[in-house]
């Protein structure tokens, strides 16, 4: 298996994203639903910013109360 690489400025990095478009995209549709829904529900202006802020950290508040109910 041959790895590409490509040109960064003057740096060249190997390409090795082939294969997580899935979860890209996951993650994706994920935070435009909680993005609209926190939308949704704000009053003002800074709520929505603040509703932003908080759709792109959830999945980490989720993944950290998930560890939590598995006592991990």
């Known amino acids: 298996m041959s790895e590409e690489?490509?040109?960064v400025g003057s740096v060249n990095v190997n390409n090795n994203?082939?294969?997580?478009?899935?979860w890209g995209g996951?993650?994706?549709?994920?935070f435009l639903g909680a993005?609209?829904?926190?939308?949704?529900?704000?009053d003002t202006f800074w709520i929505g910013?603040?509703?932003f802020l908080k759709?792109?950290?959830w999945p980490a508040f989720l993944?950290?109360?998930?560890?939590?109910?598995?006592?991990?």
């Open 55 to 57: 759709a792109l950290v």
């Open 26 to 30: 996951a993650y994706g549709l994920a």
């Open 35 to 42: 993005f609209i829904y926190y939308l949704q529900n704000s």
């Open 49 to 51: 910013v603040l509703g």
């Open 5 to 7: 690489k490509v040109k």
């Open 63 to 72: 993944i950290y109360h998930i560890y939590g109910l598995l006592r991990m």
């Open 17 to 22: 994203w082939k294969g997580h478009g899935a």
